[in-house]
């Protein structure tokens, strides 16, 4: 069973720096290609960063240059290094694969504001 468990959100001023981590339980991890996505009320869940199984990362434009995705096979875990946050950024967080792996976590809430 897939078990999605993500921390490491909060409030924070614009400009400021977030690490959001999540620890993936349930399947062949290392096999996988990951993602983060994120939840903002009344629109889709959008995906916002994305990293191979190999490591290669890809981002949407709004983030590139500010965030950085990673993984640690090891410890069954991907991450996101959220800097420069801006209020558009504010959102619930969730990873998971590219699309669902069958279920999603409880997410992380990332708010942005002064």
């Known amino acids: 069973q897939v078990q999605l468990v993500e921390s490491g959100g909060g409030l924070v001023q614009p400009g400021g720096s977030l690490r959001l981590s999540c620890v993936a339980t349930?399947?062949?991890?290392?096999?996988?290609?990951m993602a983060w996505h994120r939840q903002v009320p009344g629109k889709q869940r959008e995906l916002v960063a994305r990293?191979?199984?190999?490591?290669?990362?890809n981002y949407v434009d709004s983030v590139a240059g500010r965030f950085t995705i990673s993984r640690e096979n090891a410890k069954n875990s991907i991450y996101l290094q959220m800097n420069s946050l801006k209020p558009e950024d504010t959102g619930v967080y969730y990873c998971?694969?590219?699309?669902?792996?069958?279920?999603w976590g409880q997410g992380t809430q990332v708010t942005v504001s002064s």
């Open positions: 998971n694969g590219i699309t669902s792996l069958g279920s």
């Open positions: 349930g399947f062949i991890f290392e096999s996988y290609h």
């Open positions: 990293i191979s199984s190999g490591g290669t990362p």
